[in-house]
């Protein structure tokens, strides 16, 4: 089969979009906090995990101990095992592509998992702009400060979400007892938010477990 | 919190998140329990509902929870035809900027 001739998967435009206000405030907040210019920057190419780094931020201004914050970086990414060992069991690549699970983040992987399995020059496409754009959007923010109107960054912020949407009526669409994974991550992710970082990983689990329970009894019942 | 410190606080994040994402990745090829696939199988789409309540009452600053319905709503209705994700985020952007800069609620 050809390789496909555009660099770019169309969903990779709306994450790029949804990440470049989100990386600016990043570095915004990490120069408003006096630390080096280089240690955001850092961050956003290594680390690569928005809320985290944000977490980060928070536990450098406090003055935590570098053990406690590596722990709690650690803690806040645990889903990202979760979504590695699911992205990697439906793509099933050769082991050396499999190193581009470091750019597997939330929204990547959502938009790599609904749908065919992606081959790693296709997850490729759709995740090198998301990435790149997290990069310099945090150099932008650390180095240039507000110059981006606060009306375009509020407005860019909602396209992630327009792109959840989007992605959540197509997966319904292939597979209607994916409705039950759906609402039990919302709820208990809504349930969860006083415990912060862990809320994600808690409604991952829960909406799995909603797929192995609820969505075998669906699939059951849709058999003629 | 010194440069030094810094610089460890970044290694250990990354070196960290990274064995998060890769090491699973490796040994996933392992075949597993049907009931592990099928538990598998409903993370993107838990995934995905959970990063939806999580990330849109930060979408757009508090007060304008009107326009944020109008423009997921316009980009749910828009997904519901064929074809790329981009013309129903491009609408609920422009939505989004419409209702900022009229002030709508």
């Known amino acids: 089969m050809p390789r496909p001739t555009r660099i770019i998967d169309p969903r990779a435009v709306p994450i790029a979009l949804g990440y470049l206000p989100v990386a600016f405030a990043f570095g915004l907040a990490a120069v408003a ?6 240690f955001p920057i850092l961050l956003s190419v290594f ?8 977490a980060t931020l928070h536990l450098v201004a406090t003055g935590a101990p570098v053990v406690a914050s590596v722990l709690a970086v650690w803690l806040i990414n645990l889903r990202m095992a979760l979504e590695s060992v699911s992205f990697f069991r439906r793509a099933n690549w ?4 499999r190193a581009l ?3 597997l983040t939330d929204e990547t992987f959502v938009a790599a998992s609904l749908g065919p399995a992606p081959r790693p020059w296709e997850f490729l496409r759709l995740a090198w702009l998301p990435y790149t754009v997290w990069i310099a959007g945090t150099v932008l923010g650390s180095l240039l400060g507000g110059i981006l109107p606060s009306l375009l960054r509020n407005a860019f912020g909602i396209s992630i979400d327009a792109l959840f949407v989007a992605l959540l009526v197509s997966a319904l669409r292939q597979d209607p007892s994916a409705v039950w ?4 991550g919302a709820g208990v992710a809504l349930l969860a938010q006083p415990v912060g970082g862990w809320a994600l990983l808690l409604g991952m689990v829960a909406g799995a477990l909603a797929h192995l329970l609820l969505g075998a009894r669906t699939s059951k019942e849709a058999r003629p | 919190m010194s440069g030094a410190r810094l610089l460890l606080l970044v290694a250990g994040a990354s070196a960290g998140t990274a064995l998060l994402r890769y090491l699973p990745a490796l040994f996933a090829t392992r075949p597993a329990h049907p009931k592990l696939e099928r538990l598998l199988q409903g993370v993107p789409a838990a995934a995905l509902g959970a990063l939806l309540v999580q990330s849109v009452p930060t979408a757009l600053p508090a007060g304008h929870l009107l326009t944020v319905a109008a423009a997921l709503s316009v980009a749910a209705v828009l997904s519901l035809r064929p074809g790329g994700v981009l013309l129903p985020v491009a609408a609920a952007v422009a939505i989004a900027a419409a209702g900022l800069f009229l002030h709508l609620p």
């Open chain 1, 181 to 184: 994974s759906a609402l039990a």
């Open chain 1, 101 to 103: 699970a470091l750019w």
């Open chain 1, 47 to 54: 680390v690569y995990a928005g809320a985290s780094q944000f």
């Open chain 1, 94 to 97: 050769p082991q050396r592509p």
């Open chain 1, 33 to 38: 906090l006096h630390a080096p210019a280089w």
